[in-house]
């Protein structure tokens, strides 16, 4: 067996001692140089995937080690064989770990090529050509589907589907052809019905105009208010849930304790004792929608004498985060701290911002 490579270059049979010379003489002129090269970077490629077919027959072995026609002789031919088939496969093109090697080599003989391209344009073609065309023909059709079915919806002709009795809050899913033009409310959810929040600007701006409303009642910078929501709800992405999977819309993380007696949610949560943290069950309200958390957080602030230092301190954020660590209103000993990150952040500056 004998490979030729794409340069002309026949280094003969793996186990040719005279090979080495060979590639020692074609080194000698700029035009042997460059086919040497090509070579050695074969001879390269023939190393590593010899590794790749080493493996595959120790995993072989396993399976025929009882055969009697295996023996040491057996083992000894395979193993040449198995060196003269990576050489031959190397100079056919392999694995393209040759043509790395030579274009690292010699960057001025070679042009750049896209890494997303595969080293055969026609091989390109022919891999991604399919795809392409399914994702056209999906595309085609949903564009369709979602035109018949906005017409159908805006002659009458077919009802708004409803949530289930079971859930408390029963919305109305417009035609699809329409969702693209109406705007978010405050309550918009997605499918597993987590509030559609896609990012902490979106948080924001949907939040705001709930949070003018109960920071009036306060004296206090509504992005204060939006910014404690974002940290207990994770902008969003972490409100809590009921036992039945659906949403509390607790934005401030405020438990259901003897006061309280309305519906709540028991979950585990992370609490803080003495530096400490672990995890406990924790009952908290719930609510029939954001607006209603806001509402319940001006309540819970002004109800008692606990929270009137953090009143008094409305006029400064920090202050006001501050007097709410100290009053209690949290476990988390960080928790001022991480307030004033999250009001400082890009989404909720950049509203302040559009603001003034």
Do not use: C
């Not at 750049?112 to 595969?118: K, P, W």
């Not at 002709?157 to 693209?180: D, V």
């Not at 994770?234 to 401030?252: M, P, Q, S």
């Amino acid at each position: 067996m004998a490979g030729i490579d794409n340069q002309g270059v026949n280094l003969g049979l793996v186990n040719d001692v005279q090979n080495l010379d060979k590639l020692r003489q074609l080194g000698r002129t700029q035009q042997g140089e460059q086919q040497a090269l090509r070579a050695a970077a074969n001879q390269f490629e023939a190393l590593f995937s010899q590794t790749l077919f080493q493996g595959m027959r120790k995993a072989g072995a396993e399976l025929t080690k009882d055969n009697p026609m295996n023996s040491s002789y057996t083992e000894f031919y395979e193993g040449m064989l198995d060196q003269q088939r990576v050489s031959d496969m190397a100079n056919k093109g392999g694995l393209g770990i040759a043509d790395m090697v030579v274009k690292q080599l010699s960057p001025r003989t070679f042009q750049h090529s896209d890494g997303r391209t595969l080293r055969m344009p026609e091989r390109t073609e022919r891999v991604y050509k399919p795809y392409a065309e399914h994702l056209a023909e999906q595309k085609q059709l949903a564009e369709k589907l979602g035109k018949e079915i906005a017409d159908t919806g805006s002659e009458g002709q077919q009802e708004p589907l409803q949530a289930s009795q079971g859930h408390r809050h029963s919305r109305t899913i417009p035609p699809m052809g329409k969702l693209q033009t109406q705007a978010k409310s405050q309550d918009d959810y997605q499918d597993d019905g987590t509030p559609a929040f896609d990012s902490p600007r979106e948080f924001v701006n949907r939040l705001m105009p709930l949070a003018k409303k109960a920071a009036e009642k306060l004296g206090l910078d509504p992005a204060v208010l939006v910014a404690q929501a974002a940290l207990e709800s994770g902008w969003g992405k972490r409100v809590i849930r009921n036992g039945d999977g659906e949403v509390t819309h607790n934005l401030f993380g405020i438990k259901a304790d003897s006061r309280w007696d309305g519906q709540k949610a028991v979950v585990s949560t992370l609490e803080y004792e003495k530096g400490v943290a672990s995890r406990q069950k924790a009952a908290f309200r719930s609510y029939e929608s954001f607006e209603e958390s806001f509402n319940d957080y001006v309540d819970f602030l002004t109800s008692g004498k606990r929270y009137q230092r953090a009143l008094s301190s409305v006029d400064t954020p920090e202050r006001y985060f501050d007097a709410l660590q100290a009053a209690g209103y949290a476990t988390d000993p960080h928790y001022a701290r991480k307030l004033k990150q999250v009001l400082h952040s890009d989404a909720i500056s950049q509203y302040t911002e559009m603001e003034t």
